[in-house]
């Protein structure tokens, strides 16, 4: 393999240990709690991303590797049709067995292997086994998002409210910077990955977009800036939200984003660090993109587009608020000029997810990673604060559903310059 072959274990390492870092502050009963369908139990979510450098890389390239159990292929499996069966993802919570100590004991099977793998590679794949192995490091981080974002809900549906970190979030010393504007000039810029860094396919190829002139929010919008929207009956007026948003606020009876609660008049927020009073600076979170769009219409603008989101963060360095910080929690905006773009929260574009112009998924099954998904999800940009700083950079495109709002989610304003 290539001589930077060190620094790709110790990552690899490093990014093993942190999972289960993560997993630290949970009891044993909190490894298997499955609160909805669309969030996985962190058990799963350790077995899985072990299935993942199992499947993709110990079974291709190593004749004499044997599973721990033949199972595991069927119950770790999360959608690859072409890898074989899966189980059904809400059920994942049903199931008390394999154990946490035994998924433990799968994930040191699997690193002794990949490990042993990684020391003696057989020359002919050894490229493909690097590259896979980055991919599998990048596909293990994003679960360690994952893995947080679910905790969170399986947490916040609990009565007792439990703690995950018992932290003190600080204080910040002024109020967050005033939202101001930046402006762009219209024309022809580039967007998407170049180059030999790691990106996934959907961030590729790079190519050219027309961009109109347009202005960009500052920051990110705040909760005192959402409550606003709130007390102007938001929620109940019918011109503000599409014709499929207004049917899920009706349906899911939506009155504010979620983790928001009142005890008596007052407005309380849930999130890692467990309930506390609405905090006026944060960014508002847990939004989804029918809760953004609306918001931007009540204000008289728009959501960016990720090509006007891209272009405008393409200069600023992945900067910000991220896992590495050891908070999760979203903080208010402090520098002036155009900040937050990276870290704190994921800002939704008004972008549907669709191939870019000349896409081509990755060969075989790890084909089914990103470009299956090409319908019905929106894209969000710029990572959060459970995201590993060196996983973020400028083109990376993350997406979910409309509705959905269990992720670390926010909002940036934009406009169309005259």
């Given at each position: 393999?290539?001589?930077n ?7 690899f390492r490093?990014?093993?240990?942190r999972?289960?870092?993560l997993c ?15 969030v ?5 979510h350790?077995a ?5 450098f ?10 004499r ?7 595991y292929?069927?119950l770790?499996?999360s959608y690859?049709?072409?890898?074989g ?5 809400p059920?994942?919570?049903m ?14 099977h699997?690193d ?7 020391a003696?590679?057989p020359?002919e ?6 590259e896979?192995?980055?991919?599998g490091i ?11 974002m679910?905790t969170?809900?399986?947490f916040?549906?609990?009565?007792l ?12 010393a ?10 762009f ?9 170049g ?12 190519h ?8 960009l929010?500052?920051?990110?919008v705040t ?8 007390d102007?009956?938001?929620y ?6 599409l ?5 899920t606020?009706?349906e899911?009876h ?12 007052d407005?309380k ?5 467990g ?11 847990h ?11 009540w ?8 090509a006007e ?11 910000g608020n991220?896992l590495d910080n ?22 939704w ?5 669709l191939?870019y112009p000349g ?8 084909g089914?990673?990103n ?6 999800q929106?894209v ?5 604060c459970?995201?590993?700083q060196?996983?973020m950079?400028?083109s990376?495109r ?5 509705a ?10 934009a406009?169309?310059?005259?």
């Amino acid at each position: 393999m290539a001589i930077n072959d060190a620094a790709l274990i110790e990552r690899f390492r490093k990014v093993r240990a942190r999972s289960e870092s993560l997993c630290a502050p949970l009891q044993i009963e909190d490894y298997c709690i499955q609160a909805m369908p669309d969030v996985s139990p962190p058990k799963w979510h350790l077995a899985h991303v072990t299935w993942f450098f199992e499947t993709f890389i110990l079974v291709p390239y190593v004749k004499r590797y044997r599973r721990l159990r033949e199972e595991y292929a069927h119950l770790f499996n999360s959608y690859y049709e072409t890898a074989g069966t899966f189980f059904p993802r809400p059920q994942r919570g049903m199931l008390s067995r394999p154990t946490v100590d035994e998924v433990y004991r799968y994930r040191s099977h699997v690193d002794d292997a990949l490990l042993e793998l990684l020391a003696h590679p057989p020359d002919e794949h050894a490229a493909d086994i690097r590259e896979r192995v980055r991919l599998g490091i990048e596909h293990e981080i994003q679960h360690q998002e994952l893995l947080l974002m679910d905790t969170r809900y399986n947490f916040s549906i609990n009565p007792l409210q439990p703690v995950y970190r018992n932290i003190e979030v600080p204080i910040t010393a002024a109020p967050a910077q005033a939202m101001g504007w930046q402006e762009f000039a219209g024309g022809v810029v580039e967007i998407g990955h170049g180059g030999n860094a790691f990106a996934y396919d959907n961030e590729r190829p790079r190519h050219r977009t027309l961009l109109q002139a347009f202005r960009l929010g500052t920051r990110l919008v705040t909760n005192a800036e959402y409550l606003a929207f709130i007390d102007d009956g938001g929620y109940g007026r019918v011109d503000l939200w599409l014709s499929d948003a207004w049917r899920t606020v009706d349906e899911q009876h939506w009155q504010a984003p979620l983790y928001w609660f009142k005890e008596g008049r007052d407005w309380k927020h849930f999130d890692l660090t467990g309930a506390h009073a609405l905090r006026p600076d944060e960014p508002v979170s847990h939004l989804s993109y029918y809760e953004a769009d609306a918001y931007a219409r009540w204000a008289g603008k728009r959501l960016p587009t990720e090509a006007e989101w891209e272009h405008a963060a393409s200069t600023h360095a992945t900067n910000g608020n991220f896992l590495d910080n050891g908070l999760y929690v979203p903080q208010p905006a402090q520098q002036t000029g155009l900040t937050q773009m990276f870290g704190d929260l994921w800002e939704w574009t008004q972008s549907a997810y669709l191939p870019y112009p000349g896409f081509k998924p990755l060969p075989g099954t790890l084909g089914e990673y990103n470009g299956k998904f090409m319908s019905n999800q929106m894209v969000l940009r710029g990572g959060c604060c459970a995201t590993a700083q060196d996983h973020m950079r400028a083109s990376y495109r993350n997406f979910f559903r409309a509705a959905d709002r269990w992720m670390f989610s926010g909002l940036r304003l934009a406009e169309d310059m005259p």
